[in-house]
Every structure is written in structure tokens, then in C-alpha cells.
């Protein structure tokens, strides 16, 4: 059974650069039919994908935020990674990392909670 756990502070400050890890167990990070995504919730609104990396290592973002985002993996540590920079208290949300397959996301995080403030 895959498991997704995510790991970073929950307070960061305007402007700064938001880093989020997500470790996994119970599978390999590199399974060609697993994607591997960051999605977000900001309050009292409803899930926003950001963005993914492929098994082969390919990068995809939003639109909306792919100026601002990277997402990269450590295979050898079973971790895949969320940075977001220049972050305003609009960025303020529950962060999941989740797999998908095929057409749909069978494995999530739990989620964490990161506040935008100074």
C-alpha cells in the first residue's frame, strides 16, 4: 500500500520561498505509471492542482502559477518536492501531495497546512 507524507514548516513569510518534501512509502517513486502532483486548498475554496513530475522525471505546472513553481525528486531518498516562490497570504492553504494514475488519484497525503504571514 503506497503512502504519501508531507513534511515542511507551516508558517512562512511574504515573499519568501514555500518548500514542501513528500516521502513515500510502500511503493517506488519511479513506477512508470504513477505522477506524482502537488495540489493545494486554500480556504473556502477547492482543490487547485499546481503541478507534476513524471516518472521519468518531466515537469508540468499550472499555468497560473508555473512561474513560481518547481517540483523535483530525490529517488534515492523516496521524496519528491514543492517550491513555490514569492508567496503572498493568497498562498495560504492545506498542501497535498498525491499520485495519479491514469485518470485518477488513488493515493493522497494528509495534507499540511502552510500560512503566508509576516
Known amino acids: 500500500q503506497v503512502q504519501l507524507q508531507e513534511s515542511g514548516p507551516g508558517l512562512v513569510k511574504p515573499s519568501q520561498t514555500l518548500s514542501l518534501t513528500c516521502t513515500v512509502s510502500?511503493?517506488?517513486?519511479?513506477?512508470?505509471?504513477?505522477?506524482w502532483n502537488w495540489i493545494r486548498q486554500s480556504p473556502g475554496k477547492g482543490l487547485e492542482w499546481m503541478g507534476v513530475?513524471?516518472?521519468?522525471?518531466?515537469?508540468y505546472y499550472s499555468p497560473s502559477l508555473k512561474t513560481r513553481t518547481s517540483i523535483s525528486r530525490d529517488t534515492s531518498k523516496k521524496q519528491f518536492s514543492l517550491q513555490l516562490s514569492s508567496v503572498s497570504p493568497e498562498d495560504t492553504a492545506v498542501y497535498y501531495c498525491?499520485?495519479?494514475?491514469?485518470?485518477?488519484?488513488?493515493?493522497w497525503g494528509q495534507g499540511t497546512q502552510v500560512t503566508v504571514s509576516s
Open positions: 510502500g511503493g517506488s517513486i519511479s513506477t512508470n505509471y504513477y505522477a
Open positions: 513530475i513524471a516518472y521519468d522525471g518531466s515537469t
Open positions: 498525491a499520485i495519479r494514475v491514469a485518470t485518477s488519484y488513488p493515493y
